[in-house]
């Protein structure tokens, strides 16, 4: 079956400016998870949505991220006047259900973000 | 706080040696996950193993095996014969029950398997 699908798979941006990045969980999957990876923060938790539950922000570095899931499956990642720090590649995966901690979360190939 | 702590940042071997990845993990709850995963070059991670905190039996799958080990806070990862194919980065990650499977992720191990 198909796995969690990320788009764009590069994106280069000018500082100042909004990007959106896109995740395709697994169908089925109840949970999603966004995560950025750099060099040198290793890989960090940034989001996480469980079903229609609210989600859980507490690893969004600033004001300027923000991220939602419509419908329960497709999830939108917001960067708004992104700086050169943002510079990473952001990591979508899902599991069959989030909230007992024990299913394996399923990673996309990622976002490589790049600001100029 | 949880902790997930890979002391080897890069690791080389030749291939056919064993070759084991450490990783060693702080938590206060009682009930917990661990996980180790796979990045090759391509960039995608891929999830190898899970070991819950109340079974602590070692776990064997073709050339890989595992070594789990509350007592030391440890559970190492061992490559038998490695091969060229396993060079990656491997990552070692710790969630706690019921805290919505949040993942906290070890460093990573760069494993380089030369022919």
């Known amino acids: 079956g198909a796995g969690v699908s990320q788009s764009p798979s590069n994106k280069v941006t000018e500082k100042g400016k909004d990007v959106e990045l896109r995740c395709d969980p697994i169908s089925g999957h109840t949970a999603l998870y966004w995560y950025r990876q750099s060099l040198g923060q290793g890989l960090e938790f940034l989001i996480y949505?469980?079903?229609?539950?609210?989600?859980?922000k507490s690893g969004l570095p600033s004001d300027r991220f923000s991220a939602e899931r419509t419908g329960g499956s497709v999830s939108t990642l917001t960067i708004q006047r992104t700086q050169q720090e943002d510079s990473a590649v952001y990591l979508c995966?899902?599991?069959?259900?989030?909230?007992?901690?024990?299913?394996?979360?399923?990673f996309g190939n990622g976002t490589r973000l790049t600001v100029t | 706080a949880q902790k997930v702590t890979q002391a080897q940042t890069e690791i080389s071997v030749v291939e056919k040696e064993d070759v084991t990845l450490d990783c060693v993990y702080e938590?206060?709850?009682?009930?917990?996950?661990l996980f180790w995963y796979k990045q090759p070059p391509s960039g995608e991670l891929v999830f190898l193993i899970r070991?819950?905190?109340?079974?602590?039996q070692n776990e064997i799958s073709g050339r890989y095996s595992w070594n789990f080990q509350k007592s030391t806070s440890s559970f190492n990862f061992t490559i038998t014969a490695s091969q060229v194919v396993d060079s990656a980065v491997y990552f070692c990650?710790?969630?706690?029950?019921?805290?919505?499977?949040?993942?906290?992720f070890g460093q990573g191990t760069e494993l380089s398997v030369k022919p």
């Open positions: 949505f469980q079903g229609n539950s609210a989600p859980d």
């Open positions: 995966a899902s599991s069959l259900e989030g909230t007992g901690g024990f299913s394996p979360l399923h």
């Open positions: 938590t206060r709850d009682t009930t917990y996950y």
């Open positions: 070991r819950n905190s109340f079974d602590e």
């Open positions: 990650a710790l969630s706690a029950y019921n805290q919505g499977g949040k993942l906290i």
